[in-house]
């Protein structure tokens, strides 16, 4: 075997400063690797050579370097580019002896790599050949860092060759994992001095740099300073207090370290750094705590850079009215008045979809006119084409015209099929008579009530629970704990590893928020917030510990035919819309 490693002293101690946030750079060990192969894919190629060089504090710890026996004939080329021959390689080891020495020297040690995707790939796909268990390596990519820390002024390319002579590095690359590894060091020594003059000081920091973060926004490091490492939810204040922006993360400081530091890209964030004055933590016992409260602070605060869930008041629901002639209304707000809700659904556009589905199904009235039994009105033309059976002239009576209701109720909480089955044998005729356009559009809108029925469905299912107690199981052999009544999170809390979860479970109970129902189908919270504990108790690991109500969904809910929804609006989605005309250039102009 023709492993040659080297070790040097121990580096020199420094002290920090409260300017770093994170591990210092000086204090990290950098393990930089480089791979020779026989072709560019792991999966149809072999490693030839491993190099790599140890670094700590700029100064080099030790070294590993092997050839590999590739169990397969190097190719021409390759070997004319590397050097590297089949007889150079025949006595040397395979990679599932060199793999163990390479990983043991890398323990503990942070993977710099010059296009670090094509060499960790070699290295995933050979330690799961060999069935050994691939380490979580952090990894740094040289060649990403180029681009975002360098300019075309500073370097025409990003090829190693051309960052070694920018960087002065004191060995050539030459295609061989050793040379490459130590003039890699080199180029990371000067990319991180480069980075470092633009505040770049920690592990953390240069893992997630971007060179779109403004010097402004790295001045501004220090609000993160005084943030746990906990989960959590923050809230980005103006310096007249406002609520810029609300975010959660399971790590605080992290996460908002990385808005003045990091690959932030969206420029409204941007924008929102430079107007902060203030991050205001909200430490949270679970994860599951952290996403609800920031939906319940950004519904409260609407903060102008939050996009979504800003306006849950403001969902859209399909109304079944209480009448002696019911008919869909769509409506905002959900009232006590024993009337039968849709939804919510995301605009008013999926709304009336939804709606025009319930009316290709179902003989109900579209008209919006008050009727009474005792005033005759005349008909409009739906009655005339089978579309309504006309009981504003008295053509049903309340009674026949209830059989129409309950199907549609049925469809709405129970079973949407008979619907489904309407809008299907439409779309066929509609496709028959080569009408594509018009069949695509009942097929939208069945589609749109399937989802409306099966997110109700789902929801109505938690929600009509006075209380649920649930338990999931933490990586530490702890238990994150939930009281949920009526679909809302009322308490939250952990119960650490190696003790009895009741007493914490009872504990919780007691300190549990009151909740107190109101009407409709989402009677205490917003859908979103429901979502995210349905998410939170579906997930594997989650135990029911209590429950007082049925936890259960329909049968032929529309829950079973969320599959086939999702099929069918792929199969929309796979369609290719012809490129734009104006690029089509005909080949002969025909003479004026």
Known sequence: MTTAVRCAGSPRSAQGTFDELGTPLREVTFVVVDLETTGGSPHSSAITEVGAVKVRGGEIVGEFQTLVNPGEHIPPFIAVLTGITDAMVARSPRIDTVLPAFLEFARGGVLVAHNAPFDVGFLKAAVAATGHAWPAFLVIDTARLARRALTRDDAPDCRLATLARVFH???????????????????????????????????EELATF????????????????????????????????????????????????????????????????????????????????????????????????????????????????????PRLSTVRRVRDDGATYLGPFGSARAAERAAAAVHEAFRLRQCTRPLSVNRV??????????????????????????????????????????LVAAVRGRITRLSTMHRYEEAAAHRDRMLAFVRGAARLQRLAAVSGCAQIVAAHAGPDGGWDLAVVRHGRLAAAGRAPPGVPPRPYVDALLATAQAVIPGPGPLPAAHAEETECVLRWMEQPGTRLVDIDGQWAS???????L????????????????????RRLHPLHQPAR
Request: with cysteine; charged share 30%; hydrophobic share 40%.
């Open 377 to 418: 009105r005349p008909a409009c033309a739906l009655a005339g084409i089978g579309r309504c059976g006309a009981p504003c002239e008295g053509a049903e009576t309340p009674q026949e015209y209830a059989l129409h209701v309950a199907a549609v109720r049925r469809a709405m909480l129970e079973d949407p099929r008979p």
């Open 554 to 560: 329909p049968v032929r809910g529309a829950g079973g």
């Open 169 to 203: 590095a004191s060995t050539r690359p030459c295609h061989r994992a050793l040379d490459d590894a130590r003039a890699t060091v080199d180029v990371l020594h000067g990319l991180i001095e480069r980075v470092g003059n633009l505040g770049v000081h920690s592990l």
């Open 562 to 581: 969320l599959g086939w929804a999702a099929a069918a609006y792929d199969g929309r989605t796979a369609l290719t819309v012809l490129d734009d005309r």
């Open 210 to 325: 971007s060179s779109r973060v403004t010097p402004a926004q790295r001045r501004k490091r220090h609000l993160a300073e005084a943030l746990p490492h906990a989960p959590g939810v923050y809230l980005f204040k103006d310096a007249r207090g406002r609520v810029l922006y609300v975010g959660k993360s399971t790590d605080l400081r992290t996460r908002v370290r990385s808005y003045f530091t990091a690959t932030e890209m969206r420029t409204r964030m941007a924008e929102m750094v430079a107007l902060a004055e203030e991050v205001v933590p909200v430490t949270c016992a679970t994860a599951l705590e952290a996403e609800v409260r920031e939906l319940r602070l950004i519904a409260e605060h609407k903060p102008r850079y939050n996009r979504r869930s800003r306006f849950p008041e403001k969902a859209v629901w399909i109304k079944l009215t209480r009448e002696v002639f």
